[in-house]
């Protein structure tokens, strides 16, 4: 079995032209395949130098940001990820939201215009909140609407809604 996940992983990273020693890997553009989901799922956590994803522009689904999620959540190295415009909806923020709560490293995960309706954000803010001992695991709005922009903290992380397709989550 490792063997062949190692065949996977060495057979996508060659074929998208990435190395394991690479800081950044920037699959723009890149039609993903449900192999092509696994087979990334299963190379970000081999990658241990990893720390910037761009997976813009591939069509992930729902079902591929689930797999994706579950990498993501035991994945100890990456700090930045993007997954815009893709078509992620609520069941897929529903697994990233769930994945950002068990990793610790995540800094900014920027989901721009996916198919996530406001109950998927609002999920996605309440559940990557990061426990803090020295406050409530409430979140609160902390700005007005003013441009467009609506700002909420939750212990150490701010949430950018700067339309109803944009969402970026920074987490410190």
């Known amino acids: 079995l490792q063997s062949a996940v190692s065949d996977a992983t060495s057979a996508f990273l060659q074929e ?10 920037d699959l723009n553009g890149c039609q993903m395949t449900d ?44 700090e930045t990820i993007c997954l815009n415009h893709n078509w992620i909806s609520d069941a897929g923020a529903r697994a990233l939201a769930n994945a950002v709560k068990q990793n610790t490293t995540l800094k900014k995960l920027n989901l721009n215009d996916n198919r996530i309706t406001d109950t998927g954000r609002l999920h996605l803010q309440m559940q990557s909140s990061r426990p803090s001992p020295s406050t409530s695991s409430m979140w609160t709005e902390t700005g007005s609407q003013t441009q467009g922009y609506k700002h909420y903290r939750t212990h150490s992380e701010t949430v950018e809604l700067t339309s109803r397709h944009s969402l970026l989550l920074r987490l410190h």
Do not use: P, Y
């Open 16 to 25: 998208h032209n990435l190395s394991m020693t690479e800081s950044k890997w």
């Open 35 to 78: 192999a092509g989901v696994v087979a990334l799922a299963k190379s970000i956590l081999q990658a241990g130098t990893l720390r910037e994803l761009c997976v813009d522009n591939t069509q992930l689904t729902d079902q591929g940001a689930c797999v994706f999620a579950d990498a993501l959540a035991h994945n100890v190295g990456l």
